[in-house]
């Protein structure tokens, strides 16, 4: 059953918990809501309690102007909060940056896992990054959410073709219903760097998870998360890619949790 909490700016949000066992919330990544989480949920449900819930901007969450990543880490303790005090968090792609953002921040976080987040490791990547930051807000500031759409999928490396194929498919308006919140996830990256400095300061286990047929530089970036905290842990999972499949995540994910109780 959905359920609604509110974040300390009134903005409500909306959440679902499934399962029994220790408690997980599950943060998505960009252009997703908390039913692009829900399979992984279900397929945690017989050994963790999973929380699935729409981060602020999409689904049946409210927004705030203005936005700051700290208003997320803020949605994420309400969240916490309201599923008991304390929980595990698995973040997917830019919600794994958010993710170690919170844990960091000091909220009553147990563990950690995080899917690929896309941190840049390649040389030279700075310039690239600055680029698209400015040509999202161009867009987003001109309400051109397929635009902004657009900007994103190109940066993923989605081939002209397949942005073409997706502008005419069913599905294109729900994602630019979840565009302006592509800012969103822009700030949680911060430079696009792997923040070395804040994951030293993440203070409970992390486990960093990476497809095995996703491109070097995202497991490349899942290793350095694993080194940057304290206690890290790396894993790769056979001929997995970004789009990872859940039943094959959830094992993994539900021995992590588990061994650390909840």
């Known amino acids: 059953m959905e359920t609604k909490t509110l974040s300390p700016d009134g903005t409500p949000l909306a959440y679902r918990r499934t399962g029994r066992g220790p408690v997980v919330v599950l943060v998505s990544g960009a252009m997703s809501t908390g039913a692009t989480v829900a399979p992984l949920a279900a397929a945690l449900a017989d050994r963790c309690t999973a929380v699935v819930y729409d981060r602020r901007g999409r689904g049946e969450s409210g927004d705030t102007a203005p936005y700051a990543v700290e208003r997320e880490v803020e949605d994420l303790a309400a969240v916490i909060d309201a599923v008991g005090g304390e929980a595990a968090l698995y973040g997917m792609s830019s919600g794994g940056a958010l993710a170690l953002r919170a844990a960091a921040s000091g909220l009553a976080v147990s563990r950690v896992a995080v899917y690929e987040p896309p941190f ?23 309400d051109r959410r397929g635009d902004a759409v657009e900007l ?49 300061s993440v203070s ?59």
């Open 204 to 262: 409970m286990p992390v486990l960093a998870v990476a497809g095995e047929a996703s491109p070097e530089p995202m497991r490349e970036a899942a290793r350095r998360v694993a080194r940057d905290v304290p206690e890290g842990a790396y894993t790769v999972l056979d001929g997995q890619t970004h789009a990872v499949e859940p039943e094959m995540l959830a094992p993994v994910l539900a021995d992590f949790f588990e061994a650390y109780g909840g």
């Open 120 to 142: 840049d490791v390649r040389e030279g990547q700075e310039r690239e990054r600055a680029e698209y930051t400015v040509a999202l807000a161009e867009a987003l500031g001109r």
């Open 152 to 200: 994103f999928l190109r940066k993923t490396g989605l081939a002209e073709q397949m942005i073409a194929n997706a502008r005419q498919s069913p599905m294109w308006a729900g994602l630019e219903a979840v565009a302006p919140t592509l800012a969103y996830d822009d700030a949680v990256m911060g430079d696009g760097t792997v923040p070395a400095d804040l994951l030293a």
